[in-house]
């Protein structure tokens, strides 16, 4: 097909993405941090365009505000295409797995000509991905006498130049001659003097990979393995915990793992398979006596809820990376994270205060009426914030899992990230308010309540203590003065201590409905004694 002038035709350069954008103002003021890590997908399409000159800069404009690189097709890159349309290379650049990127890329294209109703197709698009030829690097050290070996294999003779070439038989030949060809920093390759190792945690004949077929079936293998590792492990534990005949299975199935495990291996992998097998046995085997150990002291349900709370703290952890990273939340973090110290500081204050309330709310007392440190008050409301908040970073979690994978629109959006933001901390401050108040009262009325009337002290709760006292009038010939009266003196009360001038006691005998269960009396008109024996609710004459 002729290239039409519209094709040979220099498009302008195209305009920085935000990712871009950072880092072209963070290499123009270092001290403002490395630069925004580059979009790992890269998606390459054919775009038809509708061959007008003022169409296709509409397009092209559009395209290149998002951060899309567009050129004019080559014609080794198109094939005729319908009458009266030009074709443009359009690369996408997206973070996240490669499973849904291409989909997601011409779903961005499609989204977009639709929005602006623009004369442009997708024809064709494809994933890039180049092949990664498998490399070995060998390190220079100075040659030492044969009692030297150790200090060369820990690196303490080396010469600090490396150089890598393609792996293969040859690879250590291939070094020696790049190394001799230049003299690179000052540093002379002497083959008299010097030697060429490769690092213990290096691999001196790495997979030729190729392909990213070929990658994706070794990690494939590799987490076979891995998968190997960890059923030999508990296949183990299951050794200890099994009766009988039945430790048999748990024996066979501890070596599911061995010939992935023998296979990955660097030291066996390019042997037979019966080299491969007796190597992974061995280490599968080594794991599940490691497996025995731990299980002598270990419950089977003990083990699965480790398990579930690691798999959980994994996921929410990952997911909550994925989906905080190059947002708006990382990239201005060095102002968020202190602004926000005073106000979650705050609200926890706040929150450890009503649950203090809601507690002492059961026995009819004001939390001012009673000395609550204040220590005491953070720690109440520790608990359910920080359930609140495992909570909240499991549902962002799945977010930024699915982001991830591109099951959802960008989040890159500001809106989209502010709605989802401001949802989030309502739902946070909810939650721990809900869970902190039920918590209290769930800890006064079952618990505390019930063993007071039963004659049991009740627990300490953060800081607020209930003691059984014996009241009596400091002055016998004088009425006392009681609010919400009368004061028993024959049965034990319950006291939380005193704030101010006037103590407030709790009546366990007093029912528990419309009438107020607790009252009042001066501090100085009245002698408290330490209830000597509660649970026989009964009180010393005097």
Same mark, same amino acid.
């Given at each position: 097909?002729?290239?039409?002038?519209?094709? *040979?035709?220099?498009?302008?350069?195209?305009?920085?993405?935000?990712?871009?954008?950072?880092?072209?103002?963070?290499?123009?003021?270092?001290?403002?941090?490395?630069?925004?890590?580059?979009?790992?997908?890269?998606? *390459?399409?054919?775009?038809?365009?509708?061959?007008?000159?003022?169409?296709?800069?509409?397009?092209?404009?559009?395209?290149?505000?998002?951060?899309?690189?567009?050129?004019?097709?080559?014609?080794?890159?198109?094939?005729?295409?319908?009458?009266?349309?030009?074709?443009?290379?359009?690369?996408?650049?997206?973070?996240?797995?490669? /499973?849904?990127?291409? *989909?997601?890329?011409?779903?961005?294209?499609?989204?977009?000509?639709?929005?602006?109703?623009?004369?442009?197709?997708?024809?064709?698009?494809?994933?890039?991905?180049?092949?990664?030829?498998?490399?070995?690097?060998?390190?220079?050290?100075?040659?030492?006498?044969?009692?030297?070996?150790?200090?060369?294999?820990?690196?303490?003779?080396?010469?600090?130049?490396?150089?890598?070439?393609?792996?293969?038989?040859?690879?250590?030949?291939?070094?020696?001659?790049?190394?001799?060809?230049?003299? =690179?920093?000052? *540093?002379?390759?002497?083959?008299?003097?010097?030697?060429?190792?490769?690092?213990?945690?290096?691999?001196?004949?790495?997979?030729?990979?190729?392909?990213?077929?070929?990658?994706? +079936?070794?990690?494939?293998?590799?987490?076979?393995?891995?998968?190997?590792?960890?059923?030999?492990?508990?296949?183990?534990?299951?050794?200890?915990?099994?009766?009988?005949?039945?430790?048999?299975?748990?024996?066979?199935?501890?070596?599911?793992?061995?010939?992935?495990?023998?296979?990955?291996?660097?030291?066996?992998?390019?042997?037979?398979?019966?080299?491969?097998?007796?190597?992974?046995?061995?280490?599968?085997?080594?794991?599940?006596?490691?497996?025995?150990?731990?299980?002598?002291?270990?419950?089977?349900?003990?083990?699965?809820?480790? +398990?579930?709370?690691?798999?959980?703290?994994?996921?929410?952890?990952?997911?909550?990376?994925?989906?905080?990273?190059?947002?708006?939340?990382?990239?201005?973090?060095?102002?968020?994270?202190?602004?926000?110290?005073?106000?979650?500081?705050?609200?926890?204050?706040?929150?450890?205060?009503?649950?203090?309330?809601?507690? =002492?709310?059961?026995?009819?007392?004001?939390?001012?009426?009673?000395?609550?440190?204040?220590?005491?008050?953070?720690?109440?409301?520790?608990?359910?914030?920080?359930?609140?908040?495992?909570?909240?970073?499991?549902?962002?979690?799945?977010?930024?899992?699915?982001?991830?994978?591109?099951?959802?629109?960008?989040?890159?959006?500001?809106?989209?990230?502010?709605?989802?933001?401001? /949802?989030?901390?309502?739902?946070?401050?909810?939650?721990?308010?809900?869970?902190?108040?039920?918590?209290?009262?769930?800890?006064?009325?079952?618990?505390?309540?019930?063993?007071?009337?039963?004659?049991?002290?009740?627990?300490?709760?953060?800081?607020?203590?209930?003691?059984?006292?014996?009241?009596?009038?400091?002055?016998?010939?004088?009425?006392?003065?009681?609010?919400?009266?009368?004061?028993?003196?024959?049965?034990?009360?319950?006291?939380?201590?005193?704030?101010?001038?006037?103590?407030?006691?709790?009546?366990?005998?007093?029912?528990?409905?419309? +009438?107020?269960?607790?009252?009042?009396?001066?501090?100085?008109?009245?002698?408290?004694?330490?209830?000597?024996?509660?649970?026989?609710?009964?009180?010393?004459?005097?």
């Amino acid at each position: 097909m002729p290239s039409s002038p519209l094709r *040979r035709r220099v498009l302008p350069a195209p305009r920085p993405s935000d990712d871009t954008a950072q880092s072209v103002e963070t290499a123009a003021d270092p001290a403002a941090g490395p630069p925004a890590p580059p979009r790992r997908r890269r998606v *390459r399409m054919l775009v038809d365009v509708v061959d007008q000159a003022d169409e296709v800069a509409y397009v092209t404009g559009l395209f290149e505000e998002r951060g899309w690189t567009v050129r004019p097709a080559e014609a080794e890159e198109f094939a005729p295409a319908a009458p009266h349309r030009t074709s443009l290379v359009v690369e996408i650049r997206l973070h996240g797995a490669r /499973l849904g990127a291409l *989909r997601t890329a011409t779903a961005e294209v499609e989204r977009l000509a639709r929005q602006a109703e623009l004369g442009a197709w997708v024809r064709d698009a494809a994933l890039v991905e180049h092949p990664r030829p498998a490399t070995t690097t060998y390190h220079v050290h100075r040659a030492l006498p044969s009692w030297g070996g150790l200090l060369t294999w820990l690196g303490f003779a080396d010469e600090q130049r490396a150089v890598t070439v393609p792996a293969g038989p040859e690879s250590q030949e291939a070094a020696r001659t790049e190394l001799a060809a230049r003299t =690179l920093g000052g *540093r002379v390759f002497d083959p008299a003097a010097h030697g060429l190792r490769v690092p213990g945690h290096s691999d001196a004949n790495p997979p030729l990979d190729e392909s990213p077929h070929e990658r994706r +079936v070794r990690w494939a293998w590799v987490t076979a393995s891995a998968a190997g590792i960890v059923l030999a492990t508990v296949c183990g534990m299951y050794l200890v915990w099994a009766d009988g005949w039945w430790k048999l299975l748990p024996a066979l199935l501890s070596t599911a793992g061995a010939l992935p495990l023998g296979r990955m291996a660097k030291e066996t992998r390019d042997r037979g398979r019966p080299v491969q097998w007796a190597a992974g046995v061995a280490g599968t085997s080594a794991m599940a006596g490691f497996g025995a150990l731990v299980g002598t002291d270990t419950e089977p349900q003990v083990l699965w809820a480790v +398990v579930l709370v690691m798999a959980v703290v994994a996921f929410t952890g990952a997911g909550t990376v994925l989906a905080l990273r190059r947002t708006i939340f990382t990239r201005h973090a060095a102002w968020l994270l202190p602004l926000s110290v005073p106000v979650v500081w705050s609200m926890v204050n706040w929150l450890g205060g009503q649950m203090h309330s809601e507690y =002492l709310d059961r026995f009819d007392i004001r939390a001012d009426a009673v000395p609550t440190p204040r220590l005491g008050t953070y720690l109440a409301a520790g608990e359910p914030m920080g359930l609140a908040l495992g909570s909240m970073l499991f549902f962002l979690a799945v977010v930024g899992w699915l982001r991830h994978f591109h099951l959802g629109r960008d989040s890159g959006n500001r809106f989209f990230a502010a709605v989802l933001a401001s /949802l989030l901390i309502v739902s946070y401050v909810l939650g721990a308010i809900l869970l902190g108040t039920s918590q209290a009262a769930k800890a006064a009325g079952r618990d505390a309540e019930n063993a007071a009337r039963d004659g049991d002290e009740p627990d300490a709760y953060f800081g607020i203590y209930g003691h059984f006292m014996c009241l009596s009038p400091a002055d016998p010939d004088k009425p006392l003065p009681v609010e919400n009266g009368p004061a028993p003196t024959d049965h034990p009360v319950l006291s939380f201590g005193a704030s101010g001038d006037w103590i407030w006691l709790w009546d366990p005998r007093r029912g528990n409905g419309d +009438v107020q269960e607790s009252f009042a009396v001066r501090r100085e008109d009245v002698r408290l004694i330490p209830a000597e024996n509660p649970e026989t609710k009964r009180c010393p004459s005097v």
